[in-house]
C-alpha cells in the first residue's frame, strides 16, 4: 500500500477557503482511486469526494457539491481538495484514502492520518 500524508488544515472563518493537500507516497504498479473523508466532532466518517486515477472522473457528497473540488496532479503524486465558502458543519479531521479501483473508493482500505479544519461562525 502506499502511504498517505496530509496537510494544510487549520482554523478559518465561514466563508473562507482552504486547500488539502495530499502526499502519495511508496512506489505502486497499480492504478487507484483517491478520495477524501470527513469526520465531524461526535459523527463517523462520511465520504466527502474522490477522482479516478485518470482523473477524468470525479464525485462528490451533496453537501460539497459547488464548494469543494478534488484534484490530482500528472505525476499522480499529489491530491488536493480545494474546499471554498466554507461553513462550521464543514469542521472535523479531514482524511486522504486510497482504493484499488473507482468501485472500491467509497470504502477504502487505505488512510492518511487526518487534518484537522475547524471552521469559526
Known amino acids: 500500500q502506499v502511504q498517505l500524508v496530509e496537510s494544510g488544515g487549520g482554523l478559518v472563518q465561514a466563508g473562507d477557503s482552504l486547500r488539502l493537500s495530499c502526499v502519495v507516497a511508496?512506489?505502486?504498479?497499480?492504478?487507484?482511486?483517491m478520495g477524501w473523508f470527513h469526520q465531524a466532532p461526535g459523527k463517523e466518517r462520511e465520504f466527502v469526494a474522490a477522482?479516478?486515477?485518470?482523473?477524468?472522473?470525479?464525485s462528490y457528497a451533496d453537501s460539497v457539491k459547488g464548494r469543494f473540488t478534488i484534484s490530482r496532479d500528472s505525476a499522480k503524486i499529489m491530491v488536493y481538495l480545494q474546499m471554498n465558502s466554507l461553513k462550521p458543519e464543514d469542521t472535523g479531521v479531514y482524511y486522504c484514502?486510497?482504493?484499488?479501483?473507482?468501485?472500491?473508493?467509497?470504502?477504502?482500505?487505505?488512510w492518511g492520518q487526518g487534518t484537522q479544519v475547524t471552521v469559526s461562525s
Open positions: 484514502a486510497s482504493a484499488p479501483n473507482w468501485a472500491t473508493m467509497r470504502n477504502p482500505g487505505n
Open positions: 511508496g512506489r505502486t504498479f497499480s492504478p487507484y482511486a
Open positions: 477522482i479516478s486515477w485518470s482523473g477524468l472522473s470525479t
